[in-house]
Structure formats: C-alpha cells, structure tokens
C-alpha cells in the first residue's frame, strides 16, 4: 500500500505518517531535506524533533536521491518525509531557482517522473508532502514558483498511491 499524507505546516502530517508504519518491523525512513549541520539553529532543531519523533529502531536515510534510495530497500516499509524539502534539495543542486519556469518546470518533471517510477514498484510506503496551495499567495517569485511546482509534484505523486490522508489540525481526512 502506497500513501500519500498531505497537510499544511504543522498538520500533524509527519506524526500521523509515522503511525501508521508504528506496527511495522522494518522501515527505512528516508530524509531528502538538507541535513543539520549547525548552520541553522531552527532546521538542527527541527531535524532533532523529528529524530526523535520515530522509533529508534528504524533505518534512517538522508538523501535527496529518494529514487534511488526507494531501489536499495531490501524489504520493509519506507516512509519518506518529505517531497517539500526533496523539491528544494533539488531546485538547489540543479541551481533552478534563477531560471525560466519552463526549464525548473522540465527538469522537476523529469526527477518527478523518475521518483514515480520508483514509487510505483514500493509495496509499502508512505510519502509526506506540505500542501502549499490552501495559503496565502506569496509575494516572491521563489514562493510562487515553489507553490506551483509542489502541487504539480504532489499530483503525480498522488497518482500512483493508493490513498491519500490530508491532515487538518491534527485530524486525518482520508481522500
């Protein structure tokens, strides 16, 4: 079973991710945002909840090459968390952030195709995303730019899961 749990900042979404692998013997917890490294206070802090949030015998992965992390799980469940910071870590390292919308919008389509394909075979897995388009629009292209291609991320995502948990203030509305 593949699940997509989808919310805004501060759902609950990653709480409600992690119970619903709570029972699973083997889960390989994949982490693409950027590592903590002391350069930002709020991010280390941030990280360490969420170390500390799931259980201590799960198989953590920080990478931002969740495709190919998703291949190299040898059985057990996989919860990736999240798709927002994998976007960034690749808008990042692909320095997309100054292009034209087409070329940022061509080369997430192809990660996001890949990352798909990936999905696809994982029996289970359990994928978190932000939903950022409830909000307010924002008012730099960057924002506006992330929105947009979140969403787009979030749909093909979406599409090969099973299900998807949209949380609200903690609660859990299945879609």
């Given at each position: 079973?593949?699940?997509?749990?989808?919310?805004?900042?501060?759902s609950g979404k990653s709480g409600h991710a992690v119970s619903l692998l709570s029972a699973a013997e083997a889960v390989t917890f994949i982490a693409p945002g950027r590592p903590a490294d002391g350069s930002d206070p709020d991010w280390d802090a941030r990280v360490a909840r969420h170390r500390a949030d799931r259980p201590?015998?799960?198989t953590t992965v920080e990478t931002?090459?969740?495709?190919?992390?998703?291949?190299a799980v040898d059985g057990g469940a996989v919860l990736l968390d999240c798709l927002g910071t994998w976007l960034t870590a690749?808008?990042?390292s692909g320095r997309l952030w100054e292009k034209h919308y087409r070329d940022m919008h061509s080369a997430v389509t192809e990660h996001?195709?890949?990352?798909?394909?990936?999905?696809s075979v994982t029996k289970d897995c359990v994928v978190v995303t932000n939903e950022v388009g409830l909000g307010v629009v924002p008012e730099h292209r960057s924002g506006m730019v992330f929105r947009d291609l979140?969403?787009?991320?979030?749909?093909r995502v979406a599409s090969v899961c099973d299900?998807?948990?949209?949380?609200?203030?903690?609660r859990v509305l299945q879609i």
């Open positions: 079973m593949r699940i997509l749990v989808t919310g805004g900042v501060r201590t015998h799960w931002a090459e969740v495709a190919e992390s998703l291949t690749h808008l990042d996001t195709d890949i990352l798909c394909e990936s999905l979140l969403g787009i991320v979030n749909q299900e998807v948990h949209l949380v609200i203030a903690g």
